[in-house]
């Protein structure tokens, strides 16, 4: 599964070309196209006042996000890298859906910019709707500090927490392809305390000794793939376990499958992948599991 051409979706904001150049090491993992979107949203040229729709920011817009995308273009192009744009004015998901499709990427690149959690409640976060309605793995940009510094190495040092779903599968796959440019993988499963049903020590070690050789035994599937994977196991609520051993570890990502539920629950309770995307410092990287809602 190589990760050869990249959907870059870009509100400029969120996500600039020093967010793109981070991204760039992939063309030792085959990258040799990008595509950049920028969906300039209806509510973002509708004047206040009710002054209604104009056509003179519609095109101002347009124009001005051409001009960037013209810079950065030109920057690919002198690295070799073949380059196409699209500049919309229309909502973002389903622009998103249609350049997806016309385009195949490997892989969809969006910042993140959480909405009011009522409006979430109702309508679902952008991200949350992406995953629901795509099998492209998505890469959840985010600047870990308030200053806006981008990781100089975003696949340096991933974490990849997996709970032994079919989509982990797809996704050891997928880090396979990056063999070339990861540095070092750390793998984690978080055991959640209502497994440790036993009360003895014993009983409880049975379960840490289970998981560490099914990690161990993963970690021997990369090391035999060209990448340095270190195994680690924890114990407690996996959305908080996963943002502390990212933190201990110093990790450059967290990685994680993504499973795909009935829509109305997800947006109730949620997932695991789901609320690190929206919550955690960290860039997060999703694959997306089998049997997707369209």
């Not at 950065?72 to 350049?99: C, D, H, Q, R, T």
């Not at 959640?192 to 021997?220: F, I, M, Y």
Request: glycine share 6%; net charge neutral; charged share 30%.
């Amino acid at each position: 599964m190589e990760i050869k051409k990249l959907l870059f979706v870009t509100k400029f904001e969120d996500l600039c070309y020093d967010a793109l150049n981070s991204l760039l090491s992939l063309r030792k993992a085959a990258l040799d196209h990008v595509v950049f979107l920028n969906v300039i949203e209806r509510d973002n040229v509708t004047m206040k006042r009710g002054q209604g729709y104009l056509k003179e920011e519609e095109v101002k817009l347009k124009e001005t996000a051409n001009i960037r995308f013209i810079d950065w273009a030109e920057n690919l192009f002198e690295m070799g890298l073949e380059v196409g744009a699209y500049i919309e004015v229309s909502s973002l998901i389903p622009e998103i859906l249609k350049v997806v499709e016309r385009e195949s990427p490997d892989l969809i690149v969006i910042g993140h910019s959480p909405k009011g959690t009522l409006k979430q409640l109702y309508a679902g976060s952008d991200v949350t709707e992406l995953i629901r309605r795509t099998m492209v793995p998505i890469l959840v940009f985010k600047h870990m500090m308030e200053d806006k510094i981008v990781p100089e190495r975003l696949f340096e040092r991933p974490l990849f927490a997996t709970n032994w779903s079919e989509s982990g599968k797809k996704t050891i796959e997928y880090i396979k392809a990056m063999k070339n440019v990861i540095g070092e993988i750390h793998i984690m499963h978080v055991v959640k305390e209502s497994a440790l049903k036993s009360s003895d020590t014993h009983g409880v070690q049975k379960v840490r000794k289970a998981e560490r050789k099914r990690l161990d035994d993963l970690c021997d599937e990369l090391e035999k793939a060209g990448i340095n994977a270190r195994p680690h196991v924890y114990v407690g609520d996996p959305q908080r376990e996963i943002e502390k051993a990212a933190k201990e570890y110093q990790a450059s990502m967290v990685i994680l499958g993504s499973s795909d539920k009935a829509a109305i629950l997800e947006r109730w309770v949620g997932s695991v992948s789901k609320n690190i995307a929206d919550k955690s410092i960290f860039p997060c990287l999703l694959i997306p599991g089998e049997n997707r809602h369209h």
